[in-house]
């Protein structure tokens, strides 16, 4: 039997903020091994936010419980302020955790469409039947087991997007489209009862396309939302952009924390461009930051952070750094101001100039006295 847990919004749990220097987060899983002594410092030393993937370790590292384990000791014990969170898919069944053989045992646990079949994404990933009440048990008891340990601070549900998706409605019916979506609202509130109030739950997240908008939908028991996508993929229109910034606005206020990840124009599916040299990478990553930058900057508020790379692997830009991110910031003088395309905002030590129609941006750095 599941103990409630009373839960209200506050941020006694958050990382520490500052708008000192432009907040960063990291979002990654490191392909082949462990963090190397180097990697672990440079990330403890300029964030205190830190979401560590799935398949982090592999293949070294069989399981990812083992491997986000290991490496949430080394950043805590360099950083004992950083917040380290554990990926932990809340709807595909990924077979890089040890969880996976649980769940393989498990048919009833398996979404079926409505014909039956079992529901694969890309034909071999499994679905979990969020509807299904046992399921949640066990999913929300491996989210418990590896938070209980004390350098994990959070877990991120991923893929939130992917199940409130209409379309599936085609996919699995409508009565038990609508049983999938209480389900996962269940699942969170469930999570929350066994963790307890001082861990953080993450979700992504923030989707703003010219087909379809998901913004804050899950603000009961949550602390933190991602935006996965600004200015790429199918959210590169104007009014998609000022749709995630405004989202990131709106839930900032709400007193949640928001994880922004813009991308250089490029990411790891474009061929091309990962066939360049991680200079080259780096080069093109950095002609591209002031738009990105800029655009969180507009609407940012205080537990707001930027993800800016071109992957989800620490090779991926995870480590690659950006002048900007030194120049002291100081604290917005007032709040996002939008004439039609056009958004600025005033910082103690930045003017910041976007134009969403052209995709153009300018941060006026002021100088120190």
Not at 244 to 250: A, H, L, S, T
Request: proline share 4%; with cysteine.
């Amino acid at each position: 039997m599941i103990c409630q847990v009373a839960f209200s919004q506050n941020n006694e749990h958050y990382p520490a903020f500052s708008w000192d220097k432009v907040p960063v987060a990291f979002h990654f899983g490191k392909k082949g091994d462990l963090l190397t002594p180097s990697e672990a410092q440079f990330i403890a030393e300029r964030s205190n936010f830190v979401v560590l993937e799935k398949a982090h370790g592999f293949p070294k590292y069989k399981y990812s419980e083992d491997a986000i384990a290991e490496d949430a000791k080394v950043l805590k014990d360099l950083n004992p302020n950083l917040k380290v969170v554990f990926y932990w898919n809340a709807f595909l069944d990924y077979d890089m955790y040890r969880a996976h053989k649980a769940y393989q045992k498990q048919s009833e646990w398996w979404l079926k469409t409505k014909t039956g079949a079992v529901d694969l994404k890309n034909n071999r990933i499994k679905r979990y039947d969020l509807s299904n009440p046992e399921f949640r048990d066990w999913w929300s008891n491996v989210a418990k087991d590896n938070l209980d340990n004390p350098n994990v601070d959070g877990v991120f549900f991923d893929a939130l997007v992917q199940v409130t998706n209409p379309g599936n409605k085609q996919l699995w019916g409508t009565e038990k489209f609508d049983a999938i979506q209480q389900g996962l609202k269940e699942l969170i509130k469930e999570t929350r009862a066994k963790i307890g109030a001082d861990k953080l739950i993450v979700y992504n997240g923030i989707r703003s396309t010219p087909v379809r908008n998901v913004g804050n939908n899950f603000p009961d028991h949550t602390d933190a939302i991602m935006i996965e996508h600004f200015g790429y993929f199918n959210s590169r229109t104007k009014e998609s952009m000022l749709q995630d910034i405004q989202e990131m606005e709106q839930a900032g206020k709400s007193g949640k924390i928001v994880v922004f990840k813009t991308w250089p124009e490029n990411a790891w599916l474009n061929k091309t461009f990962m066939a360049k040299s991680d200079q080259e990478k780096e080069r093109i990553s950095k002609a591209h930051i002031t738009f990105a930058l800029a655009s969180f900057l507009a609407g940012a508020q205080e537990h707001s952070y930027i993800i800016y790379n071109w992957g989800y692997r620490l090779k991926m830009g995870s480590l690659s750094w950006y002048p900007e991110f030194e120049k002291p910031l100081g604290k917005p003088l007032n709040e996002m101001q939008v004439n039609d395309w056009i958004l600025t905002r005033e910082y103690e030590h930045a003017s910041i100039w976007v134009d969403l129609e052209n995709k153009k941006a300018t941060i006026d750095w002021k100088k120190q006295s």
